[in-house]
């Protein structure tokens, strides 16, 4: 059983994960740290608007911010990640179990009806 902050987590990530600009910022810092104007250069939107998206990827635990002076660089927090990993398991684990008694009921009543 995952906990309430787990969940907070995890709602934050899907929802992290749900837009696809949020997706290639990730893909980029999947590369190597970066600046914010560096991750924002190829987006046709506004450096406010992809601190927004920056700030909910953070929200997630998905990205890291460190300042140095002025300059802000940002690395990919994997780790998150492994816990939506991790529910997703635990969701097919479930599904699965469910789906094979399912399967085994039907069976069964096909059985009986020969």
């Not at 059983?1 to 929802?15: A, F, K, P, Y």
């Not at 290639?24 to 992809?50: D, K």
């Amino acid at each position: 059983m995952i906990g309430h902050d787990d969940e907070r987590l995890l709602d934050d990530t899907l929802t992290a994960l749900a837009d696809p600009t949020r997706r290639a910022i990730l893909r980029r810092l999947a590369q190597g740290e970066a600046r914010v104007t560096e991750l924002a250069a190829p987006f046709a939107i506004s450096l406010n608007s992809v601190s927004k998206h920056i700030k909910l990827l953070e929200r997630a635990r998905l990205v890291e911010r460190k300042r140095m002076g002025r300059e802000h660089l940002l690395q990919f927090r994997p780790e998150s990640l492994r816990k939506v990993q991790e529910w997703i398991s635990q969701q097919e684990t479930f599904w699965r179990a469910g789906l094979e008694a399912i399967d085994q009921m039907l069976t069964d009543e096909s059985k009986e009806k020969r």
